[in-house]
């Protein structure tokens, strides 16, 4: 097996659908497998996918167990050579992952290669290429300053704003909307830390396996169309601001905190916390 497909669906069933049709062109000549971990969906997806996809692996949770346990549950049950790691609400183009499978084959030291990811607009999705998520690029992010200043590498270390969206790039993260990964990586890092409950595990991956010697890179000859938001995270919308805040702390907490003093440390929770709550605030008047 050259391709184990592996998704966690959470009442993303209308983009689902969508996603698993493209899945032939963007694959063919190579051989895969789809394994979908769903979390208890309440749209009718499990149905759809019995009715018109008899030869997927399908796992039916009965509660919500989030997103990063159950992508590592699709990933251990995968026989694939690679492993992609795609959102239900993402949808492939033509030749996608058979691209970046050619270009793994040729480069043995990436192990993770992330594509183009454009929004249905066919505006860019920043996040499909990262720097480290330090301190100062979060922030300059958070403020807006990569905005403001896109062609200085010292504001745009989280997005890479600077770089040529149209070159191959070797960046320090992808999004784990659709990313691919060599089993060799698995096999050296193992899989991703579940203690993200979901958001940042992508990131956290990226880094640990940089950490170990692999390479990672964005492959803009590979596209994929991704409707950010929905499905999983838009059906649960309180908690998902919640976990995304969660995540960026642990992120820091679990790479970075040492490098820093207490005082900042309590600093830069002190912010992840307002900044928490105001979007939480800001998301229910909006409501």
Same mark, same amino acid.
């Given at each position: ?55 997927? +692996? ?7 167990? /989030? @997103?990063?346990? =159950?992508?590592?549950? *699709? ?105 691919? +990964? ?7 890092? /193992? @899989?991703?830390? =579940?203690?993200?409950? *979901? ?89």
């Amino acid at each position: 097996m050259d391709i184990s497909v592996c998704i966690v669906n959470l009442n993303a069933g209308k983009h689902l659908i969508h996603c698993l049709q493209s899945l032939r062109l963007a694959i063919q000549p190579l051989s895969y497998e789809v394994i979908i971990v769903d979390n208890n969906s309440q749209d009718g997806s499990k149905d759809l996918i019995k009715e018109h996809f008899q030869n997927i +692996i399908l796992i039916s949770n009965h509660h919500n167990l /989030g @997103y990063t346990s =159950e992508i590592n549950k *699709a990933m251990n049950l995968g026989k694939g050579k690679y492993k992609l790691i795609l959102n239900p609400d993402a949808r492939l183009m033509p030749k996608a992952i058979l691209n970046i499978v050619d270009f793994m084959h040729t480069n043995k030291k990436v192990g993770i290669v992330g594509p183009l990811v454009l929004n249905e607009d066919g505006s860019f999705q920043k996040s499909c290429r990262r720097g480290i998520a330090r301190p100062f690029a979060v922030f300059s992010y958070f403020l807006g300053l990569a905005k403001l200043f896109p062609r200085n590498k010292k504001f745009t270390g989280y997005h890479l704003n600077h770089l040529d969206k149209n070159e191959i790039n070797e960046v320090s993260g992808v999004s784990g909307s659709c990313m691919v +990964i060599n089993q060799a990586v698995i096999n050296d890092i /193992g @899989y991703f830390d =579940e203690r993200f409950f *979901a958001y940042q595990e992508d990131s956290d991956y990226c880094l640990r396996a940089i950490n170990k010697g692999w390479k990672i890179y964005y492959n803009p000859n590979s596209i994929v169309i991704h409707k950010a938001g929905h499905g999983g995270s838009n059906s649960v919308p309180y908690k998902s601001i919640f976990e995304w805040h969660r995540s960026y702390y642990y992120y820091y907490l679990k790479h970075f905190s040492k490098e820093h003093s207490v005082f900042f440390n309590i600093f830069y929770i002190s912010i992840m916390l307002s900044k928490l709550i105001f979007s939480e605030i800001i998301f229910m008047l909006r409501r």
